[in-house]
């Protein structure tokens, strides 16, 4: 089985490649980022829906069984996501769209998920992993898809930026939390199986702190909007008022 593993990510990474190539043709009149980012897309609905079905039916949990052998339904979710990252990877660097911070998150996503297929365990928090990763990310495409066709300014736009800083801050600084925590007090998971989700989670932070940072401008900036709005009405009034007498 485990000679099969690299046919199957190269199968992977071939499929999302053609996938990008048809998004590239269908739209023409687009960026690549736009084709790009439908690809982005289509992995985190896929990966959230098949590594939830996997975490929450097929298990085993892994908040109690960290470092269990992987199942066959593990690996194709895990081969999967691999040809994503790398795919994605190699195109981040090639335009240089993305920085350090976040090839640094699909390096450690890349390494993690190799290393669980090759030793064939772990499999379990790591799906765990891409799934809390993968939650948010329709959103974040959502977002940016708003932004291009000039529909982020809306009330489209608030729910989206509120159920993504929601879905964050609840799973993947809250849950990922606790999944740490199992992770750490575990003795079956390997020591850099342990210091790839350290790492993971490291990171969550640091995007955490950029999230919270965005929400406080935004919040901010909506409620001087909300005070100007309502000075504009009580001088309106009281012009009307002045102006009857």
């Not at 736009?34 to 939830?52: D, E, K, N, P």
């Not at 339904?73 to 195109?91: A, E, K, P, R, T």
Request: charged letters at 15%; hydrophobic letters at 45%; proline letters at 3%.
């Amino acid at each position: 089985m485990l000679f099969t593993l690299p046919l199957r990510v190269a199968c992977s990474l071939l499929a999302w490649l053609s996938l990008y190539a048809w998004f590239c043709h269908r739209y023409k009149h687009r960026s690549y980022e736009w084709s790009c980012r439908l690809v982005t897309l289509t992995h985190g609905i896929l990966a959230t829906c098949l590594s939830a079905y996997i975490g929450f039916i097929d298990g085993p949990w892994p908040l109690s069984h960290p470092g269990s052998p992987n199942t066959t339904l593990q690996v194709h979710g895990l081969c999967l996501s691999l040809g994503y990252f790398l795919f994605d990877l190699c195109w981040c660097v090639y335009f240089q769209t993305e920085g350090a911070l976040m090839l640094a998150h699909h390096l450690v996503s890349i390494l993690g998920i190799t290393a669980s297929l090759a030793l064939g365990e772990s499999a379990a928090e790591v799906n765990a992993v891409i799934f809390g990763s993968e939650i948010t990310n329709p959103l974040l495409q959502a977002r940016w898809f708003l932004k291009e066709t000039g529909c982020y300014h809306s009330l489209t736009g608030d729910v989206v930026d509120f159920f993504f800083v929601v879905l964050f801050t609840g799973v993947r600084i809250g849950v990922g939390a606790w999944l740490m925590y199992c992770e750490l007090a575990s003795p079956k998971p390997r020591w850099y199986i342990k210091l790839g989700g350290v790492i993971m989670y490291a990171v969550s932070w640091v995007f955490m702190v950029s999230i919270c940072r965005f929400a406080r401008r935004k919040s901010m900036k909506k409620y001087h909007a909300w005070r100007s709005r309502r000075s504009e009405e009580l001088y309106l009034k009281t012009n009307g008022h002045l102006k009857n007498h």
